[in-house]
């Protein structure tokens, strides 16, 4: 046996090595080099800094500076095969920088204690389950393609359901929730809108194949969809963002018996919205208080990813004075270009945080409207409750809101009046 087979022995599982034969035929490597004693190689990611690998062949250690946690990973395994098949592609020279200072880990005699063995075993069997159900669900969308919108909206909401089940069955409780909503559109939505979903479903389907090519902040936003949270501990050591945090809207809403609330905040001097996304059990009270309206000091750490919205605000401290950040667009079209941008950035985005100046709700035929200066509307959606409450604070004039967009519909969740901010 050559000693490339034998480090390719030390793939950590089969879905690894094959993500590694993709990346052998990648064209994003550069900078392939090699001294006798050590490979390495920069993988580019579109980013301001590529992701770093070497292999030290003879002793078999590893490093990658991707956010995989077994070793050897896929860029790695990839370097060995390009060793292997096209070794021309290596130029002899000396190690740059970045290698001399690296601590590498040796995964012939891993120096790792047994809990962080069990976390990795434990991720490595989830992936493999979530790969399972990644492929049941493209095969529920090439039947959806072959079958056609009008064909799959006559099969009622039942198979999505069914679908959503097994993707919770396989922990991907995100796209569970996509799925679910694609229910609902069957009833409730136009054909748009679910030849949307399963766009973003299947945009989602191509870049989990490809995660090991993608940026470390993409996989992030990847993983979060899919249903793998980034551990608190490690959020609260991502860099602060500290400011005058206004509580701009809340939504609540219940899944089974589990209840969950979504609190936008807008910063004073950043201008950034954040998320914040409670969870409690049944008749359990959420952990923290987030009245309308009220504003907080301190600093909260954003989710990691190209476009951060979610966040944790560890430490808010009352704000004790008054709130100066609040501003919005006058019309859609400026709302529709940065959410055009921030569809480029994140195209998973669910909710799009927008506070509008001068829009007026309007009743047009059974639709409910909210229109801007220019004429141009945005419907609400259809189980939106308050439409005549909203008419009647408006007085059929202008008003200022904050709202949720989803690229379709606008969910107003408060309304500025002369005592403030109030709940839509």
């Given amino acids: 046996m050559t000693p490339t087979d034998r480090l390719l022995q030390l793939a950590p599982d089969a879905k690894t090595l094959e993500s590694g034969r993709r990346l052998f035929y990648s064209r994003r490597w550069r900078l392939l080099g090699g001294?006798?004693?050590?490979?390495?190689?920069?993988?580019?990611?579109?980013?301001?800094?590529?992701?770093?690998?070497?292999?030290?062949?003879?002793?078999?250690?590893?490093?990658?500076?991707?956010?995989?946690?077994?070793?050897?990973?896929?860029?790695?395994?990839?370097?060995?095969?390009?060793?292997?098949?096209?070794?021309?592609?290596?130029?002899?020279?000396?190690?740059?920088?970045?290698?001399?200072?690296?601590?590498?880990?040796?995964?012939?005699?891993?120096?790792?204690?047994?809990?962080?063995?069990?976390?990795?075993?434990?991720?490595?069997?989830?992936l493999v389950l979530m790969d399972s159900g990644i492929d049941e669900l493209e095969l529920r969308l090439l039947d959806v393609a072959r079958r056609g919108l009008a064909d799959t909206l006559a099969q009622g909401d039942d198979s999505w359901l069914t679908t959503a089940a097994r993707l919770t069955d396989a922990k991907l409780p995100g796209l569970a929730g996509r799925v679910r909503q694609l229910a609902s559109l069957d009833t409730d939505g136009t054909t748009s809108e679910l030849a949307r979903g399963l766009g973003d479903l299947y945009l989602f389907l191509r870049a989990w194949r490809i995660r090991d090519e993608l940026t470390p902040e993409r996989q992030d936003e990847l993983y979060q969809l899919a249903g793998i949270t980034t551990k608190k501990d490690e959020l609260l050591r991502r860099p602060v963002t500290s400011d005058h945090w206004l509580v701009v809207g809340t939504v609540n809403g219940q899944e089974d018996r589990l209840r969950y609330r979504r609190v936008w905040l807008r910063g004073e001097q950043s201008r950034r919205y954040a998320l914040i996304l409670d969870f409690a059990f049944g008749e359990f009270p959420f952990e923290q208080s987030w009245p309308l309206s009220a504003s907080f000091e301190g600093g909260l750490h954003y989710y990691p990813g190209n476009y951060p919205q979610r966040a944790v605000f560890p430490e808010p401290r009352p704000g004790g004075r008054p709130y100066d950040g609040l501003s919005g667009y006058d019309t859609f079209t400026g709302m529709l270009d940065n959410y055009r941008r921030a569809l480029g950035v994140n195209p998973w985005l669910q909710q799009y945080p927008v506070y509008l100046n001068g829009v007026r709700p309007v009743k047009g035929g059974e639709q409910f409207l909210i229109v801007d200066a220019d004429g141009l509307s945005f419907p609400l959606p259809s189980d939106y409750p308050d439409f005549y409450r909203l008419l009647a604070v408006s007085g059929g004039g202008p008003l200022a809101l904050f709202a949720e967009f989803d690229g379709y519909r606008l969910r107003p969740l408060s309304l500025l009046t002369e005592l403030g901010l109030v709940p839509a």
């Fill in 35 to 126: 001294d006798g004693e050590w490979l390495w190689g920069e993988f580019d990611v579109n980013s301001k800094r590529p992701i770093q690998s070497a292999v030290q062949v003879v002793e078999g250690k590893f490093h990658c500076s991707c956010r995989a946690r077994a070793r050897p990973c896929a860029h790695d395994l990839a370097l060995i095969l390009i060793l292997k098949n096209n070794a021309d592609r290596f130029t002899v020279g000396q190690p740059p920088d970045w290698l001399r200072s690296v601590q590498f880990q040796t995964t012939k005699a891993p120096r790792v204690t047994k809990d962080v063995t069990k976390a990795d075993d434990r991720l490595t069997a989830r």
